[in-house]
């Protein structure tokens, strides 16, 4: 299946990790767990892919750091700080399977909010050219989709002071 990403807001850390090993972007809320309001976006990462959109956006050439995340869950300060811890680990530890959750910086959703509906088609024209969409193109429109959403998602995090997450599955 691959890797997935779904990107929600949340008024903070704590509430953003809620019930981690469940998806974010669901059609049909699941009993016990919260609903978010999420935004399917299938195999963009937050690093490069998205990354590599935020520099079209910004006018700016692409590096590694551009989107800073804080690592949300598992949480930073259990992780393992040697091989021999690592391999101490339980199979079944959120270090070594599981879901995983990153929090985007204020620039990432500021950004994001702040792009205006002209320039919504080019960007996401300019973003299929990206070398991660050579082998697998996106479906026509879907990236088109997924910008709308994500500018539509960080607009209402922004007004509401919130972060934007992203929730890391497969």
């Not at 590694?64 to 680990?89: D, S």
């Amino acid at each position: 299946m691959g890797v997935v990403y779904d990107y929600y807001r949340a008024a903070d850390r704590q509430a953003a990790a809620e019930k981690p090993d469940s998806p974010r972007a669901v059609e049909k809320p699941m009993a016990g767990v919260p609903s978010f309001d999420a935004v399917d976006a299938k195999g963009i990462d937050p690093i490069v892919i998205l990354g590599k959109f935020i520099a079209l956006a910004r006018e700016t050439p692409y590096s590694l750091g551009l989107v800073q995340t804080i690592t949300v869950y598992p949480p930073p300060e259990g992780a393992p700080a040697t091989v021999e811890e690592w391999e101490a680990l339980p199979d079944d530890s959120p270090y070594k399977e599981g879901a995983g959750i990153e929090e985007l910086s204020v620039d990432v959703r500021d950004t994001l909010a702040g792009i205006s509906d002209s320039r919504l088609g080019q960007l996401a024209e300019g973003w299929a050219q990206i070398e991660e969409f050579a082998d697998f193109p996106p479906d026509e429109g879907f990236l088109l989709e997924v910008l709308t959403e994500l500018r539509g998602l960080a607009q209402r995090a922004q007004k509401e002071d919130q972060m934007i997450y992203c929730w890391i599955g497969g």
